[in-house]
Structure formats: structure tokens, C-alpha cells
């Protein structure tokens, strides 16, 4: 009955669901669009279209040191106020990024506009999501992240049309609106937890608005320096380290999906295309993957990922055209699944309270891994001058991955022993 409770009440939030959509939208932008923009802009300004995407590598360290700044000040300051600042960054770093006529500013502003929507969508967005949905954060943020493939779907498409309509200089213009529609529901319709605005975590029944004291983060697990502890322990780093091969995998395959289609024949339309359909079927797999989360655990979805990423890399190589877009679908799914996890093992493990600090650590680790990604399958294509080399290593990379996952979780995700925070 809790249950069908919570359930029917999920709307009163919807200022936050949609605001987060948005915000998870915007975090691939920046990369999903070279797989145009590189091109286009190799034809407008003479710049080398290679060197633009070995750039989001580069851009992909800056996630790592936002990510680390948003994580150590999430649990210090107002999740919501963050999100401002770096909604605000993410459109100058925009606005730099269109109007540059050198490359090395367009270069600086990529890493701006990349690690502000990183540590916007990635690391902050879950911190209000885990306040207002503590133990429904598995289906909330399955149903979120779907902004992720539709963003790596439509972003070139989106960048595209604002090439068309206003130039080289005003193609991330659509991209600056989306941003500035979430900031306004971020202003005016969402808070940093749902106590403030009369609803009770998870249920969202009506209650009196009062302020949840959140200066005591990492109490629910005993310990007021939970991030110092976790940097201290061996098994949640290794955890983190290895969960960061689903980032290097998705990363590094969706900017550079385009190419591939054109490497097996597909027009530059029929890619875009084929991108935007496999990000639909994305979609369903990110909500599915967030409701396998909760029913039967984040380790289960986590395995699931490292799975259907060799699944992919399979029906990718097989050069048949059902199953090319059956595996872009699924990377998709993957690019969802690798962004949920985190979220659900810091929620499931320690709690509403000590979210923010294991999360903060957790995921810039994950993405410090990450970073390598599109470089990673850049750098193999290009030695070999085919993708399929480096699809293959992909494959091999998950592989290695699954492997070390289920020998470090056998005993459970924290190890035997180890309860959760929340029971």
C-alpha cells in the first residue's frame, strides 16, 4: 500500500523530474555533438576534425575536477545553489564555444561547457534526487537518466539545425535555451529537499515545510568524515575504479558512433538517423535498468551492464543492419546503466545522509577512469584505420571488467559484513 502511495504521488516533484531530464540531457551535448560538429567545423574554420574529438579526452579530466569539487561542496553546501553556478558556467563555456575563432580558446571553453554540465547533471543533480527519493532513487533515476541517450541522440542533430538556422557561431544556441529552461524550474519550482516544500521524502505526502538539517552528512553511517574513510578503504576504490570501464566503453563509443555507421556504408543522414532511433529504445532500457536497481540490486544491474556492453560490441561487428541498431540501442542502454549504478549503490549503502560524501568520492573516480574513453577507441581506430579493432578492445575491456567486479562483489558490494546504511 506504501508503495502504490508513493507511486501516485511521484507528480507532485514534477518540477525536479523534468528539471533533471533536462540537466541529464545536457551532459553529453557537448561530446555527442563532435560527432557533427567536428566535421562541420574542420569545413568552417580549417581545424582538424581528429584533434577536435581527441579534445573531448582533455575536456573529460576537467569532469574529474568539477566532479570532485561538486562532491566535496555538495555535502557542505546547497545542492541547488550549485546547480546554478554550474548552469551558468555551462552556457559561457557555450557561448565561448561558438563564438571562438582560435582554437585554443574554443578548447578551454569545451573543457568549461563539458565539466559544468558533468558536474551539473552527474554529481549534483543526484544529490537532490537522493534527498527527495531515498529509497525510490533505483526507478526516479532510471526514469531521469533517460535524458542521457536522448541527449547523445539528438545532440547532433540538435547542434545541426542550429548550424543551419544561425552559423557556426550560434549552433550551441538550442543547447544554451534548454539550459536556461532548467535553470528556470530549478528557480522557482524545486528545493533542496522536499521537507521545504511540505512533502516527505519518497511518499510526497503533505506535511508542514520545515529545513532538514543536512550538516551532519555520514552520520548514518557513523562517521562524520564518511569521505576520508572511504578514501581509506581499499574495496570501494577498486569498486569505483573498475565501475569507471562502463564509462570508458560508453564514453568513448558515443562520440564517435557516427563514424562507425559511415565506416560500414550508412550517409551521414542515415547515421544521424540510426543514432536518434537507437536513443529512443535507450530510453525504455534506462527506466528498466533503474527499476532492476531496485527490485533486485544495484550489483545485479551493474553486472547487467558489463553483459549487454559485450552483447553490443558483438552485434556491432556482425555488420548486419537489425543488428547494428539493436547495438546502438543498447549502448545506450549502457550509457544509462553506467551512470545509475553509482547512484545506486551510494543510495542503497549509506543512506540519505551520507549520500552526498560517498557519491562525492565514488563518481569522480569513476569518471577520472572515464576520461581516457574517447581516446581510447580514438587512438586504436586510428592506429589500425578501422574501428572494428578498437570495438573489439572494447569488448575485451568489459569483459576484463565483469571479471573483477564479480571478484570483488562476492561477497556483497561493500564486502561481508558490511551492513547498509539504511537498515
Request: glycine share 12%.
Amino acid at each position: 500500500m506504501a508503495n502504490q502511495t508513493a507511486r501516485s504521488h511521484y507528480l507532485r516533484a514534477w518540477p525536479l523530474l523534468v528539471f533533471s531530464v533536462l540537466c541529464y540531457f545536457i551532459t553529453s551535448t557537448v561530446a555527442s555533438s563532435m560527432n557533427i560538429a567536428a566535421v562541420l567545423l574542420e569545413q568552417t574554420r580549417g581545424w582538424d576534425g581528429v584533434l577536435i574529438t581527441s579534445m573531448i579526452s582533455v575536456a573529460s579530466v576537467g569532469n574529474v575536477v568539477a566532479g570532485f569539487i561538486a562532491g566535496r561542496a555538495c555535502s557542505k553546501v546547497s545542492a541547488k545553489r550549485l546547480c546554478v553556478l554550474w548552469g551558468v558556467l555551462y552556457i559561457a563555456g557555450l557561448a565561448l564555444m561558438g563564438i571562438s575563432k582560435e582554437f585554443a580558446l574554443f578548447s578551454v571553453s569545451m573543457v568549461v561547457a563539458n565539466a559544468a554540465s558533468s558536474a551539473l547533471g552527474y554529481n549534483t543533480v543526484p544529490v537532490l534526487l537522493a534527498n527527495w527519493f531515498p529509497t525510490k532513487k533505483g526507478t526516479v533515476q532510471g526514469f531521469v537518466s533517460m535524458g542521457i541517450p536522448l541527449g547523445a541522440g539528438f545532440a547532433s542533430i540538435v547542434y545541426n539545425i542550429g548550424f543551419n538556422a544561425l552559423g557556426v557561431d550560434g549552433a550551441f544556441v538550442p543547447f544554451m535555451v534548454i539550459a536556461a529552461i532548467a535553470l528556470a524550474l530549478l528557480a522557482f519550482g524545486i528545493s533542496d529537499t522536499p521537507e521545504e516544500r511540505g512533502l516527505v521524502p519518497d511518499t510526497l505526502e503533505r506535511c508542514e515545510p520545515h529545513k532538514v538539517d543536512r550538516s551532519q552528512a555520514g552520520e548514518a553511517v557513523g562517521d562524520k568524515n564518511l569521505a576520508s574513510q572511504l578514501l581509506r578503504n581499499p574495496r570501494f576504490i577498486l569498486l569505483s575504479l573498475v565501475l569507471g570501464i562502463q564509462l570508458i566503453f560508453s564514453g568513448g563509443l558515443m562520440v564517435q558512433l557516427a563514424p562507425r555507421l559511415i565506416e560500414l556504408g550508412y550517409t551521414m543522414d542515415e547515421a544521424l538517423g540510426a543514432m536518434l532511433a537507437s536513443a529512443l529504445f535507450a530510453c525504455a532500457g534506462s527506466f528498466i535498468c533503474g527499476v532492476i536497481g531496485d527490485k533486485f540490486g544495484s550489483r545485479v544491474g551493474a553486472i547487467l551492464s558489463f553483459v549487454l556492453g559485450i552483447v553490443a560490441i558483438a552485434l556491432n561487428l556482425s555488420g548486419n543492419s537489425a543488428c547494428v541498431f539493436a547495438s546502438l540501442a543498447l549502448i545506450g542502454v549502457v550509457v544509462g546503466g553506467a551512470d545509475n549504478w553509482p547512484v545506486n549503490i551510494c543510495a542503497e549503502y549509506f543512506g540519505r545522509e551520507g549520500f552526498a560524501s560517498s557519491f562525492g568520492l565514488m563518481l569522480p573516480i569513476i569518471q577520472l577512469v572515464g576520461a581516457i574513453g574517447p581516446s581510447f577507441f580514438a587512438l586504436i581506430s586510428g592506429a589500425t584505420g578501422s574501428y572494428v579493432v578498437s570495438y573489439i578492445a572494447g569488448a575485451a575491456l568489459m569483459a576484463a571488467g565483469l571479471v573483477a567486479f564479480l571478484a570483488l562483489t562476492r561477497n556483497g558490494m561493500l564486502g561481508e559484513g558490511e551492513a547498509k546504511a539504511n537498515d
